[in-house]
Nanobody, 129 residues
Framework: QVQLVEHGGGLVQAGGSLRLSCAASGRTFRGYAMGWLRQAPGKEREFVAAVDWSGVSTYYADSVKGRFTISRDNAKNTVYLQMNSLKPEDTAVYYC??????????????????????WGQGTQVTVSS
């Protein structure tokens, strides 16, 4: 079992930055691909970014490419999402998630929401215009 807890959400003006973190419990965390996903009010949950177990391979939704950076520190059991140049349309609840399908598989990242097995409770990010 893996438990995930997100931190770092809040209210920021457009153009500002936030850094989300996701603390994971469970010794198998370091082998799992991880992702950040979000859900805006009245919209479906969507993929934001993903990272393989090693932290080397990353993938981003087009809407955040060049502005967001996903990273991980396996020694600290933590995944991060650095968000720069924030826009009002980035307002959403952000979720951290773990995919246990292919542990320690370099370059494996999960783009589908259905691929994720463990989810955090979410953290609210609000970007004002």
């Amino acid at each position: 079992q893996v438990q995930l807890v997100e931190h770092g959400g809040g209210l920021v003006q457009a153009g500002g930055s936030l850094r989300l973190s996701c603390a994971a419990s469970g010794r198998t965390f370091r082998g799992y691909a991880m992702g950040w996903l979000r859900q805006a009010p009245g919209k479906e949950r969507e993929f934001v970014a993903a990272v393989d177990w090693s932290g080397v391979s990353t993938y981003y939704a087009d809407s955040v490419k060049g502005r967001f950076t996903i990273s991980r520190d396996n020694a600290k059991n933590t995944v991060y999402l650095q968000m720069n140049s924030l826009k009002p349309e980035d307002t959403a609840v952000y979720y951290c998630a773990a995919d246990r399908a292919r542990p320690f598989d370099i370059n494996y990242v999960s783009l589908l929401l259905s691929a994720y097995d463990y989810w955090g409770q979410g953290t609210q990010v609000t970007v004002s215009s």
